[in-house]
């Protein structure tokens, strides 16, 4: 079965987060800090900007999946994904302001309003959206 929009974002979620960890490993490097943040207040944001990446993403990727094959491609499914990718970037850009940052605070809000979302449409999907599958050709000359 192929999910377009699951495997789009799986792909742009795998690109942004070889950005996070690069983000990290720029100043592990120059400033030699082998574990973890070396004392370094911009590692330490960094490190957590892209832990936070990896604490929201699986759950978001197995829900677009899940609605994805429950109810098909959609426009509005296509708009959260991209929206999604968006928000994690600024989020992890916010992620570098000393104090709280307009970027984290409106990537931080965009995920949650995304995943609140999805929520709704996997619960949707569950108990009123269910495409009709067909029966197997075998099955279904049987009946």
Do not use: Q
């Amino acid at each position: 079965m192929l999910l377009p929009i699951t495997l789009t974002l799986a792909a742009a979620c795998a690109l942004i987060n070889l950005w996070l960890a690069s983000r990290c490993v720029r100043i592990r490097m120059a400033d030699k800090a082998i574990h973890g943040d070396g004392g370094n207040a911009l590692l330490a944001r960094r490190m957590r900007a892209h832990a936070n990446f990896i604490e929201y993403t699986p759950i978001v990727l197995i829900l677009f999946a899940l609605i994805e094959m429950a109810l098909g491609a959609s426009l509005w499914l296509w708009i959260g994904a991209l929206a999604y990718a968006i928000a994690r970037i600024a989020h992890g850009l916010g992620m570098d302001a000393e104090s709280g940052g307009g970027l984290r605070a409106m990537g931080a809000l965009a995920t949650w309003i995304i995943m609140i979302a999805l929520a709704g449409a996997a619960l949707y999907a569950a108990y009123y959206g269910m495409r009709e599958i067909p029966a197997p050709p075998a099955l279904a000359a049987v009946v």
